[in-house]
Nanobody
Framework: QGQLVESGGGLVQPGGSLKLSCTAS????????LGWFRQAPGKEREWVSC????????DYGDSVKGRFTISRDTYKNTVYLQMNNLKPEDTAVYYC????????????????WGQGTQVSVSD
Protein backbone atom coordinates (compact mmCIF):
# COMPACT_ATOMS: atom_id res chain seq x y z
CA GLN A 1 0.00 0.00 0.00
CA GLY A 2 1.39 3.37 -0.95
CA GLN A 3 2.12 6.12 1.50
CA LEU A 4 2.47 9.90 1.29
CA VAL A 5 3.99 12.06 4.02
CA GLU A 6 3.65 15.85 3.93
CA SER A 7 5.91 18.35 5.65
CA GLY A 8 6.72 22.04 5.58
CA GLY A 9 3.60 23.56 7.05
CA GLY A 10 3.67 26.28 9.68
CA LEU A 11 2.67 29.78 10.66
CA VAL A 12 3.52 32.63 8.30
CA GLN A 13 2.55 36.26 7.99
CA PRO A 14 0.43 37.50 5.09
CA GLY A 15 2.61 38.03 2.05
CA GLY A 16 5.04 35.37 3.18
CA SER A 17 6.05 32.08 1.59
CA LEU A 18 6.14 28.40 2.48
CA LYS A 19 7.22 25.32 0.59
CA LEU A 20 5.38 22.09 1.26
CA SER A 21 6.90 18.71 0.51
CA CYS A 22 5.24 15.35 0.08
CA THR A 23 7.38 12.22 -0.07
CA ALA A 24 6.00 9.02 -1.53
CA SER A 25 6.81 5.40 -0.79
CA UNK A 26 5.38 1.99 -1.56
CA UNK A 27 4.28 2.67 -5.13
CA UNK A 28 5.78 3.50 -8.50
CA UNK A 29 6.05 7.27 -8.26
CA UNK A 30 6.47 7.87 -11.97
CA UNK A 31 3.15 6.24 -12.84
CA UNK A 32 1.12 8.56 -10.68
CA UNK A 33 -0.17 12.08 -11.04
CA LEU A 34 0.12 14.07 -7.81
CA GLY A 35 -2.34 16.56 -6.47
CA TRP A 36 -2.59 19.02 -3.59
CA PHE A 37 -5.84 19.69 -1.78
CA ARG A 38 -6.68 21.79 1.24
CA GLN A 39 -9.43 21.98 3.81
CA ALA A 40 -10.15 24.92 6.05
CA PRO A 41 -12.21 24.60 9.25
CA GLY A 42 -15.90 24.38 8.45
CA LYS A 43 -15.30 24.26 4.71
CA GLU A 44 -15.29 21.55 2.09
CA ARG A 45 -12.07 20.14 0.73
CA GLU A 46 -10.72 22.25 -2.11
CA TRP A 47 -8.52 21.12 -4.97
CA VAL A 48 -5.38 23.28 -5.22
CA SER A 49 -3.08 21.90 -7.91
CA CYS A 50 -1.99 18.85 -9.83
CA UNK A 51 1.10 17.75 -11.72
CA UNK A 52 1.26 15.04 -14.36
CA UNK A 53 3.28 11.87 -14.16
CA UNK A 54 6.26 13.29 -16.00
CA UNK A 55 5.91 16.80 -14.62
CA UNK A 56 5.27 18.36 -18.02
CA UNK A 57 1.73 19.46 -17.22
CA UNK A 58 0.46 21.39 -14.23
CA ASP A 59 -2.90 22.80 -13.28
CA TYR A 60 -4.00 25.24 -10.59
CA GLY A 61 -7.16 26.36 -8.92
CA ASP A 62 -8.18 29.93 -9.61
CA SER A 63 -7.63 30.99 -6.01
CA VAL A 64 -3.92 30.08 -6.10
CA LYS A 65 -3.00 30.60 -9.74
CA GLY A 66 0.00 32.88 -10.07
CA ARG A 67 0.98 32.45 -6.42
CA PHE A 68 1.54 28.69 -6.01
CA THR A 69 3.86 26.43 -8.01
CA ILE A 70 3.76 22.65 -8.03
CA SER A 71 6.78 20.56 -8.97
CA ARG A 72 8.08 17.03 -8.56
CA ASP A 73 11.45 15.33 -8.19
CA THR A 74 11.38 11.80 -9.50
CA TYR A 75 14.70 10.89 -7.93
CA LYS A 76 13.48 11.92 -4.48
CA ASN A 77 9.92 10.59 -4.97
CA THR A 78 8.74 13.98 -3.77
CA VAL A 79 6.20 16.55 -4.90
CA TYR A 80 6.44 20.15 -3.79
CA LEU A 81 4.09 23.09 -3.46
CA GLN A 82 5.80 26.47 -3.37
CA MET A 83 3.37 29.00 -1.93
CA ASN A 84 4.10 32.70 -2.32
CA ASN A 85 2.19 35.83 -1.35
CA LEU A 86 0.18 33.86 1.17
CA LYS A 87 -3.15 35.24 2.31
CA PRO A 88 -5.20 34.53 5.46
CA GLU A 89 -7.70 32.66 3.29
CA ASP A 90 -4.96 30.16 2.43
CA THR A 91 -5.11 28.90 6.02
CA ALA A 92 -5.99 25.20 5.90
CA VAL A 93 -4.72 21.68 6.29
CA TYR A 94 -2.95 20.79 3.06
CA TYR A 95 -3.01 17.24 1.74
CA CYS A 96 -1.16 15.62 -1.09
CA UNK A 97 -2.74 12.78 -3.01
CA UNK A 98 -1.83 10.38 -5.79
CA UNK A 99 -3.75 8.72 -8.59
CA UNK A 100 -2.62 6.59 -11.47
CA UNK A 101 -1.83 8.27 -14.77
CA UNK A 102 -3.88 11.44 -15.17
CA UNK A 103 -4.50 14.57 -13.13
CA UNK A 104 -7.96 15.18 -11.76
CA UNK A 105 -9.60 17.98 -9.80
CA UNK A 106 -11.87 15.53 -7.99
CA UNK A 107 -10.70 14.22 -4.66
CA UNK A 108 -12.61 10.97 -5.07
CA UNK A 109 -10.38 10.10 -8.04
CA UNK A 110 -7.31 9.83 -5.81
CA UNK A 111 -6.62 6.63 -3.93
CA UNK A 112 -3.52 7.50 -1.90
CA TRP A 113 -3.58 10.37 0.60
CA GLY A 114 -1.19 11.90 3.06
CA GLN A 115 -2.02 12.82 6.63
CA GLY A 116 -1.95 16.56 6.00
CA THR A 117 0.12 19.50 7.17
CA GLN A 118 -1.26 22.69 8.73
CA VAL A 119 -0.66 26.04 7.06
CA SER A 120 -1.68 29.13 9.01
CA VAL A 121 -1.44 32.65 7.61
CA SER A 122 -1.86 35.36 10.22
CA ASP A 123 -0.23 38.49 11.62
Amino acid sequence: QGQLVESGGGLVQPGGSLKLSCTASGFTFGVYALGWFRQAPGKEREWVSCISRNGDNTDYGDSVKGRFTISRDTYKNTVYLQMNNLKPEDTAVYYCAARRFLCSRAGQDYNIWGQGTQVSVSD
